[in-house]
């Protein structure tokens, strides 16, 4: 079973950074494709970026584009999201999630099959 458990959310002024991790357990890491999603109350659960497997392709909402950093380090089974110059908009939980699937790097839920428990993020204004 893949567990995905994420770290590093907190409470953030904006204009602030941070830094989440997520871990991975499981073998052949390297193979999938991982995403960061965030939900915001009341919102729909939204694409924020994505990695392939070896780390070469990326993409990212346009919404996070210059200021999110999506990376991986396959080493050590973990995938970061650096999040820069935060916005009160960019609060939420935010979730990694993996998918064993595909080749591509993937924009929506329903194309991932695990998920972790989530991070809350909050930026105050």
């Known amino acids: 079973q893949v567990q995905l458990v994420e770290s590093g959310g907190g409470l953030v002024q904006a204009g602030g950074s941070l830094r989440l991790s997520c871990a991975a357990s499981?073998?052949?890491?390297?193979?999938?494709?991982m995403g960061w999603f965030r939900q915001a109350p009341g919102k729909e659960r939204e694409f924020v970026a994505g990695?392939?497997?070896?780390?070469?392709?990326?993409r990212y909402a346009d919404s996070v584009k210059g200021r999110f950093t999506i990376s991986r380090d396959n080493a050590k089974n973990t995938v970061y999201l650096q999040m820069n110059s935060l916005q009160p908009e960019d609060t939420a939980v935010y979730y990694c999630?993996?998918?064993?699937?595909?080749?591509?790097?993937?924009?929506?839920?329903?194309?991932?099959?695990?998920w972790g428990q989530g991070t809350q993020v909050t930026v105050s204004s």
């Open positions: 990695i392939s497997g070896s780390g070469g392709s990326t």
């Open positions: 499981g073998a052949t890491f390297n193979s999938y494709q």
């Open positions: 999630a993996q998918d064993r699937t595909g080749w591509l790097v993937q924009v929506t839920p329903e194309n991932y099959q695990y």
